[in-house]
């Protein structure tokens, strides 16, 4: 049987030119959308409006991690949605750290002295011996906690439940005594966990148990002292009680790549709130090589009907 993919990414050519390489069996390129395309390699985006128009769509495998279009109850579920995993790792550790870096060396405040000429020599701080909180530990947050103790930080970690990488030194979890979720006992893990932390990364999914889970009850928990910063989605943050955190210097500051809303409009209170970086969702690019090793994988698997990596399962939202 011949398989139709249609790519959907600003990089169709070089995407193309990778899995052309890997001289897949059964496979041609579709240049538009049409009724006997059954796989799709594509951003969300553009992605989920050409879905009603695929009938014979067996598998969508997303570019990035996050799929969040796919998810609306509204939309057709009738084919099977992977995600990328397992290749953002290193890029948003850089990321996590190089703004831990930044905070730490006062690179930004030293740069300011150097352009009003004013000797600026007050002590720098080091990431040695500081503690970070990681709200969730996929691989992602694996590999902060890995690179985190590289510089010689106490790296804790909220998870559901799973204790997966041997580098987080004490977990904290929101279930009861019967394994199931508790309102209650999320607010008791939520305070232990950021209670004395240096720096808060968020890397969760968007799923219903994750929204506004930084609000401000957990930004009130936090030292005065403390950096927060957001590489997993938007909606994980209560934006409101943010601003006024940080409007009322409640914490340190904030590094926010992604947004509830993106892109964020002109108007909107970020722009101007103090002590607040932004870098409009760019911690984790997705590069062709690392995706087309993962698509050209899941092909092998599709065409001789074994499971395939990633799948996404639509209720839970990853």
Do not use: C
Not at 35 to 45: M, N, R, T
Not at 279 to 302: C, Q, V
């Amino acid at each position: 049987m011949r398989h139709k993919l249609l790519i959907l990414s600003p990089d169709r050519d070089k995407y193309r030119a990778l899995i052309n390489e890997a001289r897949l069996v059964d496979l041609e390129f579709a240049d538009q959308p049409a009724p006997d395309v059954d796989i799709v390699l594509g951003e969300p985006k553009p992605a989920i409006t050409v879905l009603d128009s695929l009938p014979a769509l067996s598998w969508l495998q997303s570019i990035w991690a996050g799929v969040e279009p796919f998810l609306d109850p509204a939309a057709r579920r009738d084919y099977v949605l992977t995600n990328v995993r397992d290749v953002f790792g290193g890029l948003i550790s850089e990321y996590v750290i190089g703004y831990l870096l930044v905070h730490e060396r006062k690179i930004f405040q030293r740069f300011e002295a150097q352009k009003n000429k004013i000797w600026e020599d007050s002590d720098t701080g080091t990431l040695r011996g500081k503690t970070i909180g990681l709200l969730g530990v996929g691989s992602i947050g694996a590999e902060i906690a890995e690179t985190a103790k590289f510089f010689g930080m106490t790296v804790r970690g909220y998870t559901m439940g799973s204790e997966t990488s041997k580098h987080v030194d004490r977990y904290f979890h929101p279930l009861e005594s019967d394994g199931s979720p508790s309102v209650q006992q999320r607010a008791v893990a939520l305070q232990s966990f950021a209670s004395g932390l240096d720096y808060l990364v968020n890397i969760l999914p968007n799923t219903v148990d994750t929204r506004r889970i930084i609000n401000a009850e957990l930004l009130d928990a936090l030292p005065a002292h403390a950096l927060f910063i957001n590489v997993g989605r938007g909606q994980a943050v209560d934006e409101s009680a943010l601003i006024e955190a940080l409007n009322q210097n409640k914490i340190a500051g904030a590094v926010l790549d992604v947004f509830e809303q993106e892109p964020l409009s002109k108007e909107h209170p970020f722009w101007t709130t103090p002590n607040l970086l932004m870098t409009f969702h760019t911690a984790g690019p997705s590069f062709a090589e690392d995706i087309a090793k993962i698509f050209i994988e899941n092909y092998r698997l599709f065409v001789k009907g074994k499971p395939l990596k990633y799948r996404v399962d639509f209720e839970r939202g990853y």
